[in-house]
């Protein structure tokens, strides 16, 4: 993602890349750790279980960095608004996110089909009909009504019966938040400024969570929208020349304050895993998104001012396997989930023990994930990303 200074001198946010491609590979390692009851390891993983069980601070963390990229043009253009209009804009969300998710539906199904043509022809004594330990993250069987669910991108509102590809649940909900982000909350922001939109939208996705009741809104997260539009604040205090917002800018600890958020949202979310079953899920994600959101002014601060990132963030955010990683994170968080079930699936049948049934699922699911998200990538992918297609363009 690029970015620029106001006097239009690019500078390379690489490091947005880096958090997008780790915040994809943690979620491939907490679904290829994703174990059932029947099989726990020994204690000696227990560290390991407990720390893969953080997954949906990833996801908080797309929407922010989602709702930064997306504003950052914005503010930054003489109009304040989008480059080619409205028009422009839905253009190109549509180029950018729907080839590659169908084509990972179609990836799904035709996995679904040879698992089904197999079983139909040779002993899959790996396959157990009617059984699936990962529930939620990849199914073979589904209906008509399933598929159109998905096709529609409404799996978030918890309308299917079967999962197709589980995690894209959170595409379907950064898929709505695009439309609300240009239709509603661009000229809410044109109108009344930034802190008054970050608090409409904080109070429309509180508002709908508690409109929709308690388990249409577990699946749907409206609340997303307000982190979508701290992702939003924080490219503006980034790059605004507003006397107000540079002060702010300039004034706070933006490192301290991302660890102090980070810190609450950890412990809220011990609170809730271990003493307080019923407590807040979206007060979590909102610690999550602030933190991320003031970790991403801090980091860019550097960068405009000229300078590097400090060593250990610059070795672990734009080193260049994580950064490429970063740029095929997309196909990786949408294809991985029917590697790692196959993966699990086939190690079914070699009667191993649970610890060993959970090392290797580890050690095979996750390195196939990235090779299969790598192909898918360059095949369905990376012809739709802009910056590629102004290269071919520049070529001919």
């Given amino acids: 993602m690029n970015g620029e200074k106001s006097t239009n001198n690019r500078i390379r946010l690489a490091y947005l890349d880096g958090i997008r491609g780790l915040a994809a590979l943690y979620v491939v390692l907490v679904h290829s750790w994703a174990l059932d009851d029947t099989l726990q390891p020994s204690l000696l993983w227990l560290p390991v279980t407990k720390l893969l069980r953080y997954g949906i601070f990833a996801v908080v963390i797309f929407i922010v960095l989602s709702g930064y990229c997306l504003m950052l043009p914005v503010v930054r253009s003489n109009k304040k608004y989008f480059s080619g209009g409205l028009l422009g804009f839905l253009k190109r969300r ?5 080839p590659p998710y169908y084509a990972a539906l179609l990836f799904c199904a035709a996995l679904s089909g040879v698992i089904f043509l197999l079983e139909h022809t040779i002993d899959l004594s790996w396959y157990q009909e009617g059984f699936n330990p990962l529930h939620g993250l990849f199914s073979p069987s589904f209906s008509f009504h399933d598929l ?4 529609l991108l409404l799996q978030n ?3 299917h019966l079967n999962t197709i590809d589980g995690p894209t649940w959170t595409v379907a909900i950064e898929w709505q938040i695009y439309f609300i982000f240009a239709v509603l909350l661009i000229p809410i922001w044109r109108r009344v400024g930034l802190f008054a939109t970050v ?4 109070a429309l996705g509180l508002g709908l969570k508690y409109l929709m009741g308690e388990e249409i809104s577990f699946h749907a997260c409206p609340w997303f929208i307000g982190l979508f539009a701290l992702g939003m604040a924080a490219a503006e205090i980034n790059f605004s020349q507003k006397p107000s917002l540079m002060w702010i800018n300039k004034s706070l600890p933006w490192s301290v304050l991302a660890a102090v958020f980070a810190s609450f949202a950890f412990l809220g979310e011990w609170l809730r895993f271990d003493l307080i079953p019923g407590f807040p899920q979206w007060i979590v994600h909102y610690f999550v998104a602030l933190g991320t959101a003031c970790f991403l002014i801090y980091c860019t601060n550097f960068l405009i001012k000229g300078k590097s990132l400090p060593p250990v963030l610059s070795i672990i955010l734009e080193s260049r396997i994580v950064v490429e990683l970063g740029v ?13 079930w196959l993966v699990h699936q086939f190690l079914l049948s070699q009667q191993l023990s649970p610890t060993m049934m959970a090392v290797k699922w580890f050690l095979f699911a996750v390195p196939l994930s990235l090779v299969v998200a790598y192909i898918f990538h360059c095949i369905f992918e990376r012809p739709f990303m802009s910056h590629f297609s102004s290269n071919l363009k520049s070529r001919t």
Wanted: glycine content about 6%; overall charge positive.
């Fill in 94 to 98: 549509v180029r950018r996110i729907l």
């Fill in 148 to 151: 159109l669910v998905y096709l």
């Fill in 157 to 159: 509102f918890g309308l």
């Fill in 199 to 202: 608090g409409i939208a904080i």
């Fill in 328 to 340: 095929f994170s997309y196909s990786l968080y949408i294809t991985h989930a029917p590697v790692v």
